[in-house]
């Protein structure tokens, strides 16, 4: 099984009277192994909302009195960190991410990053004990699913984070592996059903199926939207279509990652 890693996001304004960096958003990441011929030996790939929700408006909509002060935030005010988290979900190791990154386009939301020195991460991670070289996964080639005839006997493992309340009342992240099946599949994208639904912590771990294939990378999950739901009564077809996959966990295929590394 893969062991868990994950990305914070900090911020700073100094023009707002902010003297120090503090937690923008935090989540889950997946290593991914580049080709031979790619100037890193490593990819760092996560959900894009996690690295810049100042980003994504749908997700961390402005107009909401809480969240107005994303409007000053911006891609220079933030430092990307790589992270690994105890059982009990305090921070052990933080690991410069370098700050050019590249996202995906048309919306997908993915971003790739790589460690401000590899060599140096990685002699930070074996000095915990961890091999970068044997943490980091090969995606799968293969379309997992035929979005033309699906089968849901596919059992996958969704590595992440949870994210939980503390008996302070204090957010915790904790690593956490979410067992699920396939439920739905489109060419963009894989639908997860799980016993419990999934939180944004474990947004950006890697999905990985029953041959220990890393074969997607967790994206977000369908919430319920009465009003959604509402609208679509008019057309059965999508209404059910849209019932059938609430509180799925949506996975970005490894094809999908593949070709947005340029790595096909």
Not at 132 to 137: F, G, K, N, P, T
Not at 149 to 159: F, Y
Not at 192 to 212: E, Q, R, V, W, Y
Request: negative net charge.
């Amino acid at each position: 099984m893969a062991r868990v890693f994950g990305l914070g996001s900090y911020f700073c304004l100094p023009e707002q009277g902010m003297t120090s960096f503090d937690v923008l958003s935090r989540g889950s990441l997946s290593i991914i192994k580049a080709a031979p011929s790619s100037p890193v030996k490593y990819h760092l790939v996560s959900a894009a909302h996690i690295a810049y929700p100042f980003k994504f408006p749908r997700l961390y909509p402005t107009d909401q009195p809480h969240l107005e002060w994303l409007t000053f935030v911006g891609e220079k005010d933030t430092q990307l960190k790589f992270q690994v988290r105890s059982e009990s979900g305090d921070i052990s190791l933080e690991i410069p991410i370098a700050s050019t990154t590249r996202m995906a386009p048309n919306g997908l939301d993915l971003i790739a990053m790589q460690f401000e020195d590899e060599a140096a991460a990685e002699a930070s991670l074996a000095s915990h004990g961890i091999s970068l070289s044997e943490s980091a996964a090969t995606l799968h080639s293969e379309q997992l699913m035929n979005p033309v005839a699906p089968d849901p006997s596919i059992k996958l493992n969704l590595v992440g984070h949870d994210l939980l309340k503390n008996e302070f009342g204090l957010e915790v992240m904790k690593p956490i592996t979410l067992a699920g099946e396939l439920n739905f599949a489109t060419r963009q994208k894989y639908f997860a059903k799980t016993a419990t639904p999934s939180t944004m912590g474990l947004c950006g771990g890697p999905a990985i199926d029953g041959a220990n294939r890393v074969v997607g990378i967790v994206e977000a999950r369908v919430e319920s939207n009465t009003r959604q739901l509402e609208a679509l009564k008019e057309d059965p077809e999508k209404h059910r279509a849209l019932v059938a996959i609430l509180d799925n966990t949506v996975i970005i295929p490894s094809t999908v990652i593949s070709a947005f590394l340029g790595e096909e």
